[in-house]
């Protein structure tokens, strides 16, 4: 029994050494668990002897390697989404096979704090998915290699790519792509184009058309409501309508000077349109819930809504109780058009969200290959084939394979389709002006975590205890004050 004891140090000992002893050159620092089988005598109590066997824990190096390592970081982490990352990355590797492609999966939420992380090692990952509210403060921390994703989107066709996710990709400090354009979702005005056409009206892409079928709609055909508005003042809704209705008629938290800008009368403008919808409005205070299931069954003509509706029109939205909407109207998803783009008399915007690929500054010239590669053909199609709702190709070349990926399109006309796929074009955030710096952002961060916004519409479409000027001018005190909070 003591030589099985002694032979069992010996191996630890030897896995120790092994360890210490690692080739210098490993470029995978990481400590990787084996676990081993290792055998020893034991006595147990009737003094007899005893083969076991015992579970031991070694650490011992990665294997090195001589490929290069390719790490792609990727909010896309649902497990069936890594799947489909790992599957196009193993395509790749085939083609490429002294390159190696690691798919890391990361919160959405934690990707600054990450960033933040490995750039305190030393250790950045090679290319990031993310949203573009990120891009412009790694841009501004110069953590972000432009000339690699300008490199990047020159090689594919910068004609193929839609012209406004290109703007907002672009440093206007350098002129430069700071990260590449991959996907994202348009929120607009779906509509019902049967009654719309039937009462004579143009689609709702303008200030003028909203307001006149606003006036129209309620009491045609079943309609009781022109539209449902967000004006809960505890709930964001409000926030991301009034939000597009605003920066369509060129009204911005802060001008180019950084001065806060609340109370122009681009800004009163938008108030005063907005809260004047009410009177056609579903009564009482709204959001997304109710306006969704008004227009579902038949009540109101209008309803603004990110693409992630699409199958909701088709089979119904789920409810609270967690049974479905039963739709009352026949084909509803086809007699549904699609309004992108909002225009007034001082400009015109579209809303949504825009997820980019950044390459990070000190990434392998091999990672621009990578990302052109999860751009190309059938490998990007499989990207928005994950949620082809939520996912709006930002390649005019892909937007005829992405109309194939769900069964629910082909409940849509090719007209609405297509107006989904050119929604891009004017696509705005307020978060993402270029000319902004981080204070600024900072702070439109807490006008919407505040609700600044949803209280100013109840107060004067609901409670009538503000005007739209006197709105106006309570929201430019309260980011005053919150600019001066965050400058302290």
Request: glycine residues 6%; contains cysteine.
């Given at each position: 029994?003591k ?10 000992m030897?896995?120790?050494f092994?360890?210490q002893c ?13 676990t081993?089988?290792v ?24 294997e090195?390697?001589?490929?290069t ?19 196009i990355a ?12 690691r798919?890391v999966?990361?919160?959405e939420a ?13 250790r950045?990952?090679?290319i ?10 790694f841009?501004a921390d ?8 300008s490199?990047?989107i020159?090689?594919?066709?910068e ?12 440093d ?19 509509y ?9 009206l ?25 539209v449902?508005?967000?004006?809960d ?26 001065n ?7 800004m009163?403008?938008?108030?005063q349109?907005y ?7 579903i009564p ?31 089979e119904?939205?789920g ?5 479905n909407?039963q739709?009352?109207v ?24 825009l ?12 990672a ?9 053909d059938q490998?990007?199609?499989?990207v928005l ?11 005019k ?7 194939g990926?769900?069964?629910f ?16 074009d004017?696509?705005?955030r307020?978060l ?5 710096d ?18 100013v ?29 965050r400058?302290q």
């Amino acid at each position: 029994m003591k030589r099985s004891i002694v032979l069992f140090t010996m191996f630890l000992m030897l896995a120790l050494f092994t360890s210490q002893c690692a080739p210098a050159a490993t470029p995978t620092p990481e400590t990787i668990i084996k676990t081993v089988e290792v055998e020893k005598e034991v006595v147990v109590t009737q003094e007899v002897e005893k083969i076991v066997t015992e579970i031991v824990e070694v650490e011992v190096p990665a294997e090195p390697t001589d490929k290069t390592v390719i790490d792609f970081w990727t909010t896309d982490n649902e497990e069936d989404r890594v799947i489909v990352y790992e599957e196009i990355a193993a395509r790749y590797m085939a083609e490429n096979p002294d390159i190696e492609v690691r798919i890391v999966p990361i919160e959405e939420a934690g990707v600054s704090q990450r960033i933040a992380t490995a750039l305190a090692a030393n250790r950045l990952p090679d290319i990031v998915r993310m949203g573009i509210e990120r891009v412009a403060t790694f841009a501004a921390d110069e953590i972000l290699d432009e000339d690699a994703a300008s490199a990047v989107i020159d090689n594919m066709g910068e004609e193929d790519f839609r012209s406004g996710p290109l703007a907002m990709v672009t440093d206007p400090a350098t002129g430069k792509y700071a990260a590449v354009p991959y996907d994202g979702w348009i929120q607009a005005i779906w509509y019902r184009s049967d009654v719309f056409e039937e009462a004579g009206l143009e689609a709702p892409t303008t200030w003028e058309a909203i307001q006149a079928a606003c006036e129209t709609l309620p009491g045609t055909g079943n309609l009781l409501y022109a539209v449902g508005l967000g004006t809960d003042p505890g709930q964001n809704y409000g926030q991301q309508v009034f939000e597009q209705v605003a920066m369509s008629n060129n009204a911005f938290p802060f001008d180019e000077a950084g001065n806060v800008t609340m109370n122009t009368p681009e800004m009163i403008e938008a108030l005063q349109f907005y809260t004047d919808l009410q009177k056609c409005a579903i009564p009482g205070p709204q959001y997304w819930r109710g306006s969704r299931e008004a227009y579902e069954l038949d009540q109101s003509g209008m309803l603004f809504y990110s693409t992630y509706i699409m199958d909701d029109l088709v089979e119904g939205s789920g409810m609270e109780s967690g049974d479905n909407v039963q739709i009352a109207v026949d084909d509803l998803a086809l007699n549904t058009g699609f309004a992108s783009e909002m225009a007034s008399p001082n400009g015109s915007a579209s809303y949504g969200q825009l997820v980019t690929l950044g390459i990070m500054q000190g990434a392998d010239p091999e990672a621009q290959k990578v990302v052109e590669f999860f751009l190309t053909d059938q490998n990007y199609q499989d990207v928005l084939a994950l949620a082809p709702f939520g996912k709006v190709p930002v390649l005019k070349s892909a937007v005829d394979g992405w109309m194939g990926l769900s069964p629910f399109f082909e409940n849509y006309s090719d007209e609405t389709l297509g107006q989904i796929a050119n929604g891009f074009d004017t696509m705005q955030r307020w978060l993402f002006r270029p000319d902004y710096d981080a204070t600024q952002r900072a702070v439109i961060g807490d006008i919407e975590g505040r609700l600044l916004i949803p209280q100013v519409i109840s107060n004067i479409a609901l409670e009538g205890i503000m005007t739209p000027e006197t709105g106006a001018q309570w929201l430019q005190e309260q980011v005053e004050a919150l600019v001066a909070e965050r400058q302290q």
